[in-house]
């Protein structure tokens, strides 16, 4: 396409098993200026609402479990939504996870030294 601006449409298909990536150039330049990442493997899609109700599940279970000591429910709150990560029902990428063990870490410290 060569005009200021515009529109590009590429169906896709049914095939949802890729990563697909769009990038953008100016003529005047190479260099790319945007692009777009669309990723289908989420896993959360194929579980359905049932996967929902089900990570759900297993969030309230782990936390309930360590509901008599908080140093112990916010350890099995983060493993329950690791197992989801793991599972393909939550998506979080690496920075947001990183501070999430982090501030959980930083929670546990908090309540072991009731000063």
Known sequence: MTSPSGTILINIGSDRSGIYVATGTV???PAVFDAL???YAEAYKQWGQSG???AFLVRVTLLMIGAWNPIIGIVMLMLADILMIMFGLMKLSWDVMIIYLILGGWAIIKL???D
């Open 27 to 29: 003529s005047a330049s």
């Open 37 to 39: 990442i669309v990723d």
């Open 52 to 54: 929902v109700f089900a």
């Open 112 to 114: 072991r030294n009731k």
